[in-house]
């Protein structure tokens, strides 16, 4: 069984930062893609940062420049480098992972069970 689990979240100041972490644990043959979400209080869910297994990256308009998504193959981790926190990224953010458990088998999406972030003014 695939789990995903998240850390590093935490409280933080205005243009403080924050690495978040998430750990892909189980039957994991090829993670193909990596992506972190975010989810404020009366919003809807939305992408931050992806990363691929081939190494593209994309990043949402309001985090450019300021977040960077990276990965350990070796560990099976993703991280969320955060720089110049803004109150408006206070969510939780969620680890999301496209998986192979087995050679040519299906890929699953998995979610991990999020990380509050919250940055005061």
């Known amino acids: 069984q695939v789990q995903l689990v998240e850390s590093g979240g935490g409280l933080v100041q205005a243009g403080g930062s924050l690495t978040l972490s998430c750990a892909a644990t189980?039957?994991?043959?090829?993670?193909?893609?990596m992506v972190w979400y975010r989810q404020a209080p009366g919003k809807q869910r939305e992408l931050v940062a992806s990363l691929t297994k081939g190494g593209s990256t994309n990043y949402a308009d309001s985090v450019k420049g300021r977040f960077t998504i990276s990965r350990d193959n070796a560990k099976n981790m993703v991280y969320l480098q955060m720089n110049t926190l803004k109150p408006e990224d206070t969510a939780v953010y969620y680890c999301?992972?496209?998986?192979?458990?087995?050679?040519?088998?299906?890929?699953?999406?998995?979610w991990g069970q999020g990380t509050q972030v919250t940055v005061s003014s």
């Open positions: 189980g039957r994991l043959f090829s993670i193909n893609l």
């Open positions: 999301n992972a496209l998986i192979s458990s087995s050679v040519g088998g299906p890929q699953y999406q998995y």
